[in-house]
């Protein structure tokens, strides 16, 4: 039986703050076979985020403490691993693509100088790096790479930028990309595009991803499975299609029904009532 690429088991964090502690996730488990893909749905402060960094051990320490379960990348717990073996995790197997990729990029270098110390860092073998360079940016479809990789991030639009960012995270050659709410700043053609292009990218290098998110409209067709958080739990986890037309948890229910619907008569958007909270 071939292992899960990625384990969460029974996760918990904590902050330490100056009001005391704070659990930020209370134990949570997941499961992502390789080439598979998972959506984290949840508000802002749910605790995706936190989730998803803790995948690579780069939450700060302190304030953040991981107090209980473990989290298992091809079979070795990451909670184990001495400093060298994160270093080659970090980036290489697991790579994030964040969602301001403005404050991602360094503005003061060009794009080729990011991506190619990623690709050096974690591929020394290869010898040609600009072919390499302008091969992601391709993959990834941005005109003229030869000449856009000279580019630093503020000649660049929103949408051209995160796709940077996706060819920077995709040269390491990944086994698992996390993208933490990548479409945010976008405009709705452009995140169709940027979307359409992870699905591709995914099935094309059979390649894991997490998609962070609190949009649960644009999950379907793009991930397998679909996790729901909420105050850092997660309370309903399982296929997509099936959580989408059948929602059993309240939380996942009032997410749904705030969805705008084409052809709604509907003269205002509903919001999430948390009155259910009072009867649980």
């Known amino acids: 039986m071939i292992p899960n690429l990625l384990e969460i088991q029974n996760l918990s964090i904590r902050f330490q703050t100056e009001n005391g502690p704070f659990e930020a996730v209370k134990n949570i488990s997941l499961s992502l076979k390789a080439g598979a893909s ?4 949840g508000e802002s402060g749910s605790g995706k985020s936190v989730t998803a960094l803790s995948l690579t051990r780069l939450l700060p320490s302190p304030p ?15 909670l184990a691993m001495k400093p060298r073996q994160l270093r080659a995790i970090r980036g290489g197997e697991i790579a994030y693509v964040f969602q ?19 690709i050096r860092l974690h591929r020394p073998d290869v010898t040609d790096v600009d072919a390499e360079i302008i ?14 990789m000279h580019d630093y991030p503020h000649q660049l639009s929103g949408g051209m930028q995160q796709r940077a960012m996706i060819a920077m995270a995709l040269s390491s050659r990944p086994s698992l990309l996390v993208a933490d709410e990548p479409t945010t700043a976008l405009d709705v053609t ?13 099935t094309e290098f059979n390649m894991g991803l997490i998609l962070i998110t609190h949009n649960i409209a644009i ?38 029904a705030c969805v705008p619907k084409l052809g709604s008569k509907e003269k205002r958007l509903k919001t999430i009532n948390y ?6």
């Open 135 to 148: 091969r992601w940016l391709t993959t990834v479809g941005i005109v003229q790479p030869d000449k856009r």
């Open 64 to 78: 953040a403490e991981i107090t209980g379960g473990d989290i298992r990348f091809q079979g070795q717990s990451v």
């Open 275 to 280: 009155s259910w909270l009072e009867k649980s």
């Open 100 to 118: 301001e990729p403005s404050t991602s990029l360094n503005p003061v270098y060009s794009i080729r100088s990011q991506i190619a110390e990623a």
């Open 190 to 202: 452009i995140q169709a595009q940027i979307l359409n292009e992870l699905k591709h990218l995914r």
């Open 38 to 41: 998972l959506a984290l749905v």
């Open 219 to 256: 999950i379907r067709g793009l991930c397998d499975r679909i996790a729901v958080m909420f105050r850092g739990e997660i309370v309903e986890y399982g296929d997509t299609e099936e959580v989408l037309r059948n929602p059993q948890h309240p939380y996942t229910q009032a997410l749904i």
